[in-house]
């Protein structure tokens, strides 16, 4: 409808000009303006017509409504019949046969054409048989019949317009298999899209909602590739006491709200969640989509976490509780890891080995966040609040490696 509105008023505009430039033959072939206000007035009104109806179905869809069949119908009638409008009205104007030849006469067409829109092939077959039926009658009763009025022309045997209105069926036919054929493909893809949508939901329920795009993007395989990530570990202190006494039931709550929160605070800082521990979650932060400032990320993430955590507990929906998070970046390896049987999304590397023995070292100085020089580095330096620890041994690492307390 709105389609069609707008052609309309691309029509009344095109008209006018017609008007302007060709007056003088316009007035020889009907003698009087008045075939001119019929023509503007009749165009007019349909172009209010749609935009009502399409306000109209608008509203009633937007309230969860649906369109019954019986208007769908009335209003491709109504819509089919305006050239026939037309050819009446301006047959009173001039000879019947130039009407019947002229413009007016293409305006099935259009309405035909449009047809494939709804989406139903009865509708538009019954839009080319409304066509075929009103040409073929107003051949009939103009012309009388073959009469004086259609001598020495075309219109004076029958099958000449029979003809043209077979075509015009044979039109509504064919637009009734386009519609069909549209109205399957659509259907296809909306389908495609539904299951797609119900795969990723389901998907990232049990994997980070990025990781998932990213296995459906890449199909059953995502390529190993190496990149700059930055990995946190976080860990809840002295778990194991805090649910000594506490039911099944209550430990799980107790991890879903804490888990809730920090799969929040990751996805708010463009991070992912891969695994959870238990008591603590392995995240990281770059890989599989990459942002440019990943480790700044993961330290406004871990920062975060921390408030949160007592936030959570000053509101009485968890026991005060501290928590331990570690951070270190580096290269890692991302990608698919397993058999054909069964796959896993996962990041390996030193760089998961030694944010996870960093995150160990939180109990040693007592603190929350800890995070290694490469992580600052990446951050682009140390906040003046951020304590160096200088150089510090890991276990499973010779080499020491350069730590800060952040919190």
């Known amino acids: 409808m709105a389609i069609l509105a707008g052609l309309l008023g691309a029509l009344i505009a095109f008209f006018f000009l017609l008007i302007a430039v060709f007056h003088q033959d316009y007035l020889r072939q009907f003698g009087t303006p008045t075939a001119f206000v019929y023509i503007l007035s009749v165009l007019g009104l349909l172009f209010c017509y749609e935009l009502a109806i399409r306000h109209m179905i608008g509203r009633w869809l937007a309230r969860g409504g649906r369109v019954p069949s019986a208007l769908r119908y ?60 009103e040409y073929v009658a107003l051949c009939y009763v103009l012309t009388g019949a073959g009469g004086a009025a259609a001598a020495d022309t075309p219109f004076e045997r029958v099958p000449f317009y029979l003809s043209k209105g077979a075509m015009l069926a044979l039109a509504g036919l064919a637009a009734g298999f386009v519609a069909h054929q549209l109205k399957r493909r659509v259907g296809n893809v909306y389908r495609t899209l539904q299951e797609q949508q119900r795969i990723l939901n389901a998907f990232g329920q049990q994997v980070s909602p990025a990781i998932a795009e990213e296995l459906l993007k890449a199909g059953p395989e995502i390529a190993s590739r190496r990149s700059f990530v930055c990995v946190m570990f976080a860990d809840i202190r002295n778990f194991t006491p805090l649910v000594e006494h506490k039911s099944p039931e209550e430990i799980v709550a107790f991890q879903n709200v804490f888990f ?52 959570l507990a000053e509101g009485g929906r968890i026991p005060a509780v501290a928590i331990g998070v570690g951070l270190h970046a580096g290269e890692v390896v991302s990608g698919n890891i397993g058999s054909e049987l069964r796959r896993q999304y996962s990041i390996t590397g030193n760089v998961v080995i030694l944010a996870s023995r960093i995150e160990q070292l939180n109990k040693e100085y007592g603190s929350q966040i800890l995070a290694s020089g490469e992580v600052l580095a990446a951050a682009g330096g140390p906040a003046p609040s951020d304590e160096a620890l200088g150089a510090v041994h890991v276990k499973g690492r010779e080499e020491p490696i350069e730590l800060f307390r952040l919190a």
């Open 260 to 311: 809730a929160e920090a799969v929040e605070i990751v996805n708010r800082n463009h991070g992912i969640i891969n695994q959870f521990l238990g008591d603590g979650f392995m995240s990281t932060f770059g890989a599989p989509l990459a942002t440019g400032r990943d480790s700044a990320n993961a330290i406004a993430a871990a920062h975060e976490l921390v408030a949160g955590m007592r936030r």
């Open 74 to 133: 009335l209003n491709a009638f109504v819509e089919t019949s305006v050239p026939s409008i037309l050819i009446l009205l301006l047959s009173r104007e001039t000879n019947p046969v130039y009407v019947l030849q002229s413009a007016a006469g293409f305006l099935y067409g259009v309405f035909i054409v449009l047809a494939t829109l709804r989406l139903d092939f009865r509708l538009s077959v019954f839009t080319g048989l409304i066509a075929a039926a």
